[in-house]
């Protein structure tokens, strides 16, 4: 098949998603909502506490890591979509197709990362009218890291829907591996100085890596950098790669091992 016969397969697959976000309005105005309550919310408590210790704005600490944390979650949560499709057994259709099982998760992640891009470009809209101070540059620098956290989401989706047997067991277990990924891995504050239990925790969630790539991204050059940045941008790249390519691989693994032994 033709490089040309594989782009077009890939956009596609990807389409369909697209295609299916704008058709299911709940799932489209839960994900916007849920980070903007976040932002305007917490961000807004956090703002007479952690704002007066560090001088920073508390809004716009909140919205770096809510961004990074809403694009993560939303094409991980997507990946669901690939466990609906064994269900119904359209993944069967697509591997009997003329494409590579590459192709087909190309297309996949390609389409829930368009999505998220989407949604996270509702949610900088949103923060910059709710009076989150961003210059042009800063919100340009913002481009990469969104795109890292959308792939590594993505990433990470695959390898846990691979392993599930159903819709239901892969909502219940998301549930489960998202929640405390918020908590932990510093998206409404930076984290520092952590008990030594919880720190080696927050080093094993894969978010706290893209939220670390999205501040240092837009805190660089400013007066709160050092406050904000807990790793390093070179350590949050190299780990966010590694983790994508890890994860991709062994989630296309084991989802064609399972479409293989159905």
Not at 18 to 26: G, M, N
Not at 200 to 218: D, K, T
Not at 223 to 233: I, S
């Amino acid at each position: 098949m033709t490089a040309g016969h594989e782009f077009w397969a890939v956009a596609a697959i990807a389409q369909r998603d697209v295609i299916k976000l704008l058709r299911d309005r709940a799932r489209l105005a839960v994900n916007l909502a849920f980070p903007i309550m976040l932002i305007a919310g917490l961000g807004t408590v956090l703002q007479s506490t952690v704002g007066k210790a560090t001088g920073l704005d508390a809004v716009t600490v909140a919205f770096t890591g809510v961004l990074a944390a809403s694009l993560f979650q939303s094409t991980a949560a997507g990946m669901v979509s690939i466990v609906e499709d064994r269900e119904t057994d359209f993944s069967r259709e697509l591997f009997v197709a003329p494409i590579s099982r590459a192709t087909l998760m190309a297309g996949k992640i390609a389409g829930e990362c368009l999505v998220a891009l989407c949604q996270g470009g509702a949610v900088v809209l949103f923060a910059v009218l709710f009076g989150v101070a961003a210059t042009p540059s800063q919100l340009g620098r913002l481009v990469v890291p969104a795109l890292a956290c959308a792939l590594l989401g993505a990433a990470f989706g695959l390898a846990t829907v691979a392993t599930l047997p159903n819709q239901r067991s892969a909502m219940q277990v998301f549930q489960f591996l998202i929640i405390p990924q918020y908590v932990v891995a510093g998206v409404l504050v930076p984290l520092h100085n952590l008990p030594a239990y919880l720190d080696i925790l927050g080093w094993a969630m894969p978010l706290r890596y893209a939220v670390g790539l999205m501040r240092e991204a837009f805190y660089a050059g400013t007066p709160g950098y050092e406050q904000v940045v807990v790793a390093g941008p070179t350590r949050d790249g190299l780990i966010v790669a590694g983790l994508f390519l890890v994860l991709l691989v062994v989630g296309t693994l084991l989802f064609s091992y399972r479409e293989r032994n159905r």
